[in-house]
């Protein structure tokens, strides 16, 4: 399975003897390393090697995208996205790495380790220490430097074949009319192709031009624009001087406004959309119905880049612009509005937490999440109140779809720096509970729990005593005491009487409730509650509560013998929170369903389901988890499906089940 690669968004040319000398350095080194300077082409070489299988069929490729990172506080993180690993534990990231690849036989890919060598030699130095099914491929302008890496210099395109033909390519797909065949035509575009040394990237950006003139016309000003550099400022070598030259003549061919957006643009980590042009670039001369125009121009020439819906800057561009934006005097004011950008879109996201787009906000702070990161670092140092804010509304997202780490490292970043009291450190406090108690800390999390309340008692503050309640509750729940998380939540409601909808503390309280009564026996009430729960979040478009309401729902339909019942919640409940993107949640919703199964007799697919149950599980970093009431319905259901299969064939499906691809397995279950 091929995992969290780019798009190939335009057609590949060439490089068929790189390609082929690549795969002869994987037969005999477990790490290469693609240098060269920027814009010569490594990212693409190392995309198009990988997706074509030219390195051969590892399990699983794992593509790491480390231009968006300021600096080495996320590597680990990045990687164990790329990878798969969604880890709910205390452990230093990079051990949680190391423990989840090395039984795994993979290729990882480390895409633009320039800026961060020293950190990527350590985390690669780990990785193939204690991983001995792991191959690396890396790209960046210098090599990694840990023993047994091979350098693999990728150089230009020759000017008289593959670069006529990339420019060429890319000259038609901008000006489609435009003719290119005739002798003054060839004699420009061969000119062209020798004075941009054959470095893509600067073809690419050439060949953009031609929506502005002649093939004769883009040469002529490419031979002023080199002829003006070398007595002016000559750079070494002449590969560094064509691209720079090549970026900064498009620059020149921007209209103001578009030079302008391209500066601001700069300060943009990772894939944006239109709207967040619009938040971080408007200002002065550039107003908000001027950057969708300036955005398509940039688009149409090659300076910004399509990327699904959104929009994406090369590295090398994006470091011209940000030259600029130093020039203009701009880099403070960009990168306040950049964070001040950030904050409003999580704090948009958190208010929407209840309505209909919940889970379209899990996706977009998904998507967001390199920008986040660093609007958090740029507020920790400029504004610790609105990092403590924005780090307390972010930090249930992120619990939800894998990112502990960061959302424990950030609230208590954000925590020591910001001591006053009051409703925004209570919030971070609770959201820090909830980040240790998905940890395994329970202790800790009740601690949290009530120090929140505490606090929220103190200041009058009814929301930071519900949210209190909440994780109390929870701790509660998971140390088998269903009694008093019941008493802890119906003390929180005594003063919500306007339904489970009033706020998210209120419904999350209603949850815990719920699964108190399940917890203590009641399951006619817990039923009855459930279901009125699970349409109020139907009729919403809410996903987070609704999925747990199916958990307690397919529970006590296990408890009650009602198999086929149990399944079709347990499914409901898997295709909710695939669609939030929570890994532990998936982990839950597959044990159920392999229980359910294998009550109904099906005891193959629940063997199967079972395996796969427990790569999730593995993803996460826990053995199985879960409210108390859930462990002996596994054995059970486990015990019954061994004995109808025997132990040979239940350890074979459930073998099948760890060993394939897991998100495959999770779509055709859901499917039904």
Same mark, same amino acid.
């Given at each position: 399975m091929v995992r969290s690669t780019p798009d190939e968004s335009t057609s590949f040319v060439g490089r068929r003897s790189e390609l082929s000398r690549l795969a002869e350095a994987f037969a005999g080194h477990r790490m290469v390393t693609l240098t060269g300077p920027g814009g010569v082409g490594k990212s693409r070489l190392a995309l198009h090697a990988v997706t074509t299988g030219v390195l051969g069929p590892p399990d699983t490729v794992a593509w790491a995208d480390l231009s968006p990172l300021q600096d080495e506080r996320l590597l680990a993180a990045t990687v164990s996205d790329a990878s798969g690993l969604a880890d709910h534990t205390p452990r230093m990231p990079a051990d949680a790495l190391c423990a989840w690849l090395a039984d795994k036989r993979m290729l990882l890919v480390l895409d633009s380790c320039e800026h961060l060598v020293d950190a990527c030699r350590d985390l690669a130095g780990d990785l193939l220490t204690a991983c001995p099914g792991l191959t690396i491929l890396a790209t960046s302008r210098q090599p990694v430097g840990i023993p047994g890496e091979m350098r693999f210099e990728v150089g230009p395109l020759p000017f008289d074949g593959d670069a006529l033909t990339l420019f060429t390519d890319r000259a038609r797909a901008a000006a489609p009319g435009l003719r290119l065949d005739g002798p003054e035509q060839t004699r420009a575009v061969a000119a062209i192709c020798r004075r941009l040394d054959g470095i893509p990237l600067a073809l690419e950006l050439a060949g953009a031009q031609l929506r502005e003139g002649t093939v004769e016309e883009v040469e002529k000003r490419l031979r002023t624009a080199l002829s003006a550099l070398d007595t002016v400022e000559p750079v070494s070598p002449a590969r560094h001087q064509s691209l720079r030259t090549a970026i900064g003549w498009s620059h020149e061919l921007c209209a103001p406004l578009e030079r302008l957006l391209w500066a601001r643009l700069s300060v943009l980590r990772g894939t944006f959309d239109e709207s967040a042009a619009r938040a971080v670039c408007v200002g002065g001369p550039l107003r908000a119905d001027a950057v969708a125009p300036a955005l398509a121009g940039l688009v149409a020439k090659s300076v910004v880049s399509r990327r699904g819906n959104g929009f994406r800057m090369l590295d090398t561009v994006r470091e011209y612009g940000r030259m600029w934006l130093a020039e203009l005097g701009e880099e403070k004011a960009a990168e306040g509005r950049h964070a001040r950008a950030f904050l409003n879109l999580v704090r948009r996201a958190d208010d929407g937490w209840l309505g209909p787009g919940q889970a379209g906000w899990y996706r977009r702070l998904?998507?967001?999440?390199?920008?986040?990161?660093?609007?958090?670092?740029?507020?920790?140092?400029?504004?610790?109140?609105?990092?403590?804010?924005?780090?307390?509304?972010?930090?249930?997202?992120?619990?939800?779809?894998?990112?502990?780490?960061?959302?424990?490292?950030?609230?208590?970043?954000?925590?020591?720096?910001?001591?006053?009291?009051?409703?925004?450190?209570?919030?971070?406090?609770?959201?820090?509970?909830?980040?240790?108690?998905?940890?395994?800390?329970?202790?800790?999390?009740?601690?949290?729990?009530?120090?929140?309340?505490?606090?929220?008692?103190?200041?009058?503050?009814?929301?930071?005593?519900?949210?209190?309640?909440?994780?109390?509750?929870?701790?509660?729940?998971?140390?088998?005491?269903?009694l008093a998380a019941g008493n802890v939540a119906d003390r929180a409601l005594a003063t919500a009487p306007d339904g489970p909808f009033a706020s998210a503390s209120v419904l999350r309280c209603h949850l815990v409730r719920i699964f108190a009564l399940t917890g203590s026996g009641q399951l006619d009430q817990a039923t009855a509650e459930a279901?009125?729960?699970?349409?109020?979040?139907?009729?919403?478009?809410?996903?987070?509560?609704?999925?747990?309401?199916?958990?307690?729902?397919?529970?006590?339909?296990?408890?009650?013998?009602?198999?086929?019942?149990?399944?079709?919640?347990?499914?409901?409940?898997?295709?909710?929170?695939?669609?939030?993107?929570?890994?532990?949640?998936? /982990? %839950? &919703?597959?044990?159920?369903?392999?229980?359910?199964?294998?009550? @109904?007799? !099906?005891?193959?697919?629940?063997?199967? *389901? =079972?395996?796969?149950?427990?790569?999730?599980?593995?993803?996460?970093?826990?053995?199985?988890?879960?409210?108390?009431?859930?462990?002996?319905?596994?054995?059970?259901?486990?015990?019954?499906?061994?004995? /109808? %299969? &025997?132990?040979?064939?239940?350890?074979?499906?459930?073998?099948? @089940?760890? !060993?394939?691809?897991?998100?495959?397995? *999770? =779509?055709?279950?859901?499917?039904?």
């Amino acid at each position: 399975m091929v995992r969290s690669t780019p798009d190939e968004s335009t057609s590949f040319v060439g490089r068929r003897s790189e390609l082929s000398r690549l795969a002869e350095a994987f037969a005999g080194h477990r790490m290469v390393t693609l240098t060269g300077p920027g814009g010569v082409g490594k990212s693409r070489l190392a995309l198009h090697a990988v997706t074509t299988g030219v390195l051969g069929p590892p399990d699983t490729v794992a593509w790491a995208d480390l231009s968006p990172l300021q600096d080495e506080r996320l590597l680990a993180a990045t990687v164990s996205d790329a990878s798969g690993l969604a880890d709910h534990t205390p452990r230093m990231p990079a051990d949680a790495l190391c423990a989840w690849l090395a039984d795994k036989r993979m290729l990882l890919v480390l895409d633009s380790c320039e800026h961060l060598v020293d950190a990527c030699r350590d985390l690669a130095g780990d990785l193939l220490t204690a991983c001995p099914g792991l191959t690396i491929l890396a790209t960046s302008r210098q090599p990694v430097g840990i023993p047994g890496e091979m350098r693999f210099e990728v150089g230009p395109l020759p000017f008289d074949g593959d670069a006529l033909t990339l420019f060429t390519d890319r000259a038609r797909a901008a000006a489609p009319g435009l003719r290119l065949d005739g002798p003054e035509q060839t004699r420009a575009v061969a000119a062209i192709c020798r004075r941009l040394d054959g470095i893509p990237l600067a073809l690419e950006l050439a060949g953009a031009q031609l929506r502005e003139g002649t093939v004769e016309e883009v040469e002529k000003r490419l031979r002023t624009a080199l002829s003006a550099l070398d007595t002016v400022e000559p750079v070494s070598p002449a590969r560094h001087q064509s691209l720079r030259t090549a970026i900064g003549w498009s620059h020149e061919l921007c209209a103001p406004l578009e030079r302008l957006l391209w500066a601001r643009l700069s300060v943009l980590r990772g894939t944006f959309d239109e709207s967040a042009a619009r938040a971080v670039c408007v200002g002065g001369p550039l107003r908000a119905d001027a950057v969708a125009p300036a955005l398509a121009g940039l688009v149409a020439k090659s300076v910004v880049s399509r990327r699904g819906n959104g929009f994406r800057m090369l590295d090398t561009v994006r470091e011209y612009g940000r030259m600029w934006l130093a020039e203009l005097g701009e880099e403070k004011a960009a990168e306040g509005r950049h964070a001040r950008a950030f904050l409003n879109l999580v704090r948009r996201a958190d208010d929407g937490w209840l309505g209909p787009g919940q889970a379209g906000w899990y996706r977009r702070l998904a998507a967001a999440h390199p920008d986040v990161c660093a609007a958090l670092d740029h507020l920790l140092t400029t504004d610790p109140h609105a990092a403590t804010e924005m780090a307390s509304r972010v930090g249930f997202f992120w619990a939800c779809c894998g990112h502990l780490h960061e959302a424990r490292d950030y609230l208590e970043s954000a925590l020591a720096l910001y001591g006053v009291p009051g409703p925004t450190r209570t919030r971070a406090q609770w959201a820090l509970g909830c980040a240790a108690l998905l940890q395994g800390e329970h202790d800790k999390a009740r601690l949290l729990g009530e120090l929140c309340a505490q606090e929220a008692e103190r200041d009058d503050d009814l929301e930071g005593r519900r949210s209190a309640a909440y994780l109390l509750g929870i701790t509660h729940l998971l140390s088998g005491r269903p009694l008093a998380a019941g008493n802890v939540a119906d003390r929180a409601l005594a003063t919500a009487p306007d339904g489970p909808f009033a706020s998210a503390s209120v419904l999350r309280c209603h949850l815990v409730r719920i699964f108190a009564l399940t917890g203590s026996g009641q399951l006619d009430q817990a039923t009855a509650e459930a279901e009125k729960l699970r349409r109020g979040c139907v009729s919403r478009g809410e996903y987070w509560a609704r999925n747990y309401t199916y958990y307690q729902l397919s529970l006590i339909a296990l408890f009650q013998d009602r198999p086929e019942e149990a399944a079709e919640h347990a499914r409901a409940m898997l295709d909710g929170k695939r669609r939030l993107g929570d890994t532990f949640g998936i /982990a %839950l &919703g597959l044990d159920l369903l392999a229980a359910a199964l294998a009550a @109904g007799g !099906e005891n193959n697919s629940a063997a199967r *389901l =079972a395996g796969t149950g427990l790569a999730y599980w593995r993803a996460v970093g826990h053995a199985q988890r879960g409210t108390p009431e859930l462990g002996p319905i596994r054995e059970e259901c486990e015990r019954a499906a061994r004995e /109808a %299969l &025997g132990d040979e064939s239940y350890d074979r499906e459930f073998r099948t @089940g760890v !060993e394939e691809d897991a998100s495959l397995a *999770l =779509a055709r279950v859901v499917g039904g």
